[in-house]
């Protein structure tokens, strides 16, 4: 696998939960901004949802970035 860091993202389109809420979030609305984007495929597999917390704890200092 390689790093995917300064690359362009390819076209999706997915659910996100945002703010309490679920929206339909897609490529374009990430076009022309910095954006860290982070999935993982499903509770109880080799993601932890302790890294969840950890990008929700950081949150502020990814936005200030």
Known sequence: ??????????PFNAT???QG????????DL???WSVV???PADFTFVCPT???DLA???ATF???
């Open 38 to 40: 982070f999935f993982y």
């Open 57 to 59: 704890d950081h949150y």
């Open 21 to 28: 809420k679920f929206v339909a979030v897609s490529d374009a």
């Open 51 to 53: 890294e969840l917390g």
């Open 1 to 10: 696998m390689h790093s995917l860091i300064n690359t362009e993202v390819q």
């Open 63 to 65: 936005h200030q970035l």
């Open 31 to 33: 076009r022309g901004k």
């Open 16 to 18: 996100a939960f945002h």
